[in-house]
């Protein structure tokens, strides 16, 4: 079984500033894949990066950023230069090889102020 | 690309009545999830398909939920009768297959209020 570990429940941080979400797993799969996504108020899970357990570089799409740490089991999330519409709800998830059920952690409320 | 579309997106209704939620994938994604999200929580897998055929229900609440995928395309979750606890949003999503890297993209969501 897989458990996904957001130990932040709630996070700010000051516009233009980076931010780091941690998120710890735990797994026996030699291979999976890690994902986080963004949930604003509207409701929608909104992905934002992958990273395969398998990559030797750390994923980057745009100012995101995930810090892969396997033996650590650990992809902290790092969001660089954070804008006011960054305010969500930050989850991660995992999803095993055989491709059944992507687990959650229970997420991070991330408030960006001014 | 059309994103994953679901509808009602909000639903108020009394315990005991039925309720029934539509989604339709992104075209050509085998793969097709009902997640349930309690608020405050994580959203929690209810079912997933691979094409028309059910790979995981096993937390699923089959006494009072159901769902089908009759033709592999869209797909309908039907809460009958509802409880109060089953007041969530829930969302559906959808990939191109089970493969652990592909993305999975998730559908606004619809919200069940049961009073």
């Known amino acids: 079984a897989q458990k996904i570990t957001q130990t932040q429940p709630g996070m700010f941080v000051q516009e233009k500033e980076a931010v780091t979400l941690d998120c710890t797993y735990d797994?026996?799969?030699?291979?999976?894949?890690l994902f986080w996504y963004k949930q604003p108020s509207s409701g929608e899970m909104i992905f934002l990066i992958y990273q395969g357990s398998y990559d030797e570089q750390n994923a980057t799409e745009g100012r995101y950023s995930l810090n892969f740490q396997k033996a650590r089991k650990s992809a902290n999330l790092v969001i660089s230069a954070s804008q006011l519409g960054d305010s969500a709800m930050y989850f991660c998830?995992?999803?095993?090889?055989?491709?059944?059920?992507?687990?959650f952690g229970t997420g991070t409320q991330l408030k960006v102020e001014l | 690309e059309a994103g994953v579309a679901q509808s009602p997106r909000y639903k108020i209704i009394e315990k005991r009545q039925s309720v029934a939620f539509w989604c339709n994938p992104i075209?050509?994604?085998?793969?097709l999830y009902w997640y349930q999200q309690i608020l405050g929580q994580g959203p929690k897998l209810l079912i997933q398909f691979q094409n028309n055929g059910v790979v995981d229900d096993s937390q699923l609440p089959k006494d009072r939920f159901s769902a089908e995928r009759l033709k592999g395309v869209d797909s309908t979750l039907k809460i009958q009768p509802a409880k109060l606890e089953d007041s969530a949003v829930y969302l559906c999503?959808?990939?191109?297959?089970?493969?652990?890297?592909?993305?999975?993209?998730f559908g606004e969501g619809s919200w069940l209020t049961v009073v």
């Open positions: 075209s050509g994604h085998a793969t």
């Open positions: 998830a995992m999803r095993p090889r055989g491709g059944n059920k992507l687990t």
């Open positions: 999503a959808s990939s191109l297959d089970r493969t652990a890297g592909n993305t999975i993209y």
């Open positions: 797994t026996s799969d030699q291979s999976y894949g």
